[in-house]
């Protein structure tokens, strides 16, 4: 029993890290200059890293409130990020066979049939991101409300986190099959991996305090 109290333990912390981590890696493949080859492992690694703070999240969660929603929390969280990878390989593929086929096109017909092509199998690549969504949503909203009711986390960390996630969801809905970007709407996207760099961040904090205690 205390062997399991231990491992754990080492899940919730890791989960916590890989938390912080992740949020960080989300925002360097998304805005930072970096070389092709670092890019794409960033950005391939993000969304595994995101499971695994998932983890770490549910273990402690259900130790003090062992809900259903915590449940689909943790399934649709898991499901999310195994469809945020998938979308990203398939965005970086594309991108560079496109590439490939524009280096050796022989005419300027042949690169904007090229390029045309490129734009309706990139649109496989944008529906993946708001199936995406909304599994990545439904799973921050759940994880918001038990993390309100945590008694180691102040309730609004998740109550801010669920609203965050339920004004993306909808801003997607309304924009389908488009994004809300470029449908002229907010994007929360970005305030959404903020907040839970925060309460990362929050967890991280806890389990060290928790550590010190023992």
Same mark, same amino acid.
């Given at each position: 029993?205390?062997q ?26 998304a ?34 409130h ?7 929390? #943790?399934i ?5 990020g ?8 398939v ?18 017909d042949?690169k904007?049939?090229? /390029?045309a092509?490129? /734009? ?17 949503t ?19 960390l998740?109550y801010?986190?669920?609203?965050i ?7 997607n809905m ?5 994004s809300?970007?470029?449908s ?15 309460? #990362?961040?929050?967890f991280?904090?806890v389990?060290?305090k ?5």
């Amino acid at each position: 029993m205390k062997q399991e109290k231990s491992t754990i333990h080492q899940i919730e912390k890791i989960g916590a890290i890989s938390g912080i981590v992740s949020v960080f890696f989300y925002f360097g493949a998304a805005v930072l200059p970096l070389p092709l080859t670092l890019g794409q492992l960033i950005g391939f690694a993000f969304p595994l890293l995101w499971i695994i703070s998932y983890m770490g999240l549910y273990h402690f969660l259900k130790k003090t409130h062992h809900t259903p929603t915590l449940e689909i929390a #943790y399934i649709f969280g898991i499901i999310g990020g195994a469809l945020a990878c998938t979308l990203i390989v398939v965005q970086q593929a594309n991108i560079m066979w496109n590439q490939e086929a524009l280096a050796l096109a022989p005419s300027e017909d042949t690169k904007a049939l090229l /390029k045309a092509t490129f /734009k309706g199998a990139n649109r496989v690549q944008a529906g993946l991101d708001v199936a995406f969504d909304i599994f990545i949503t439904i799973s921050l909203f759940f994880f918001g409300l038990n993390i309100a009711k945590s008694p180691k986390f102040p309730a609004f960390l998740g109550y801010i986190c669920s609203l965050i996630a339920a004004t993306l969801l909808i801003l997607n809905m309304i924009t389908f099959p488009n994004s809300p970007a470029s449908s002229g709407l907010f994007d929360v996207g970005p305030f959404m991996g903020i907040w839970m760099l925060v309460i #990362y961040i929050w967890f991280t904090v806890v389990l060290f305090k928790k550590k010190n205690s023992l």
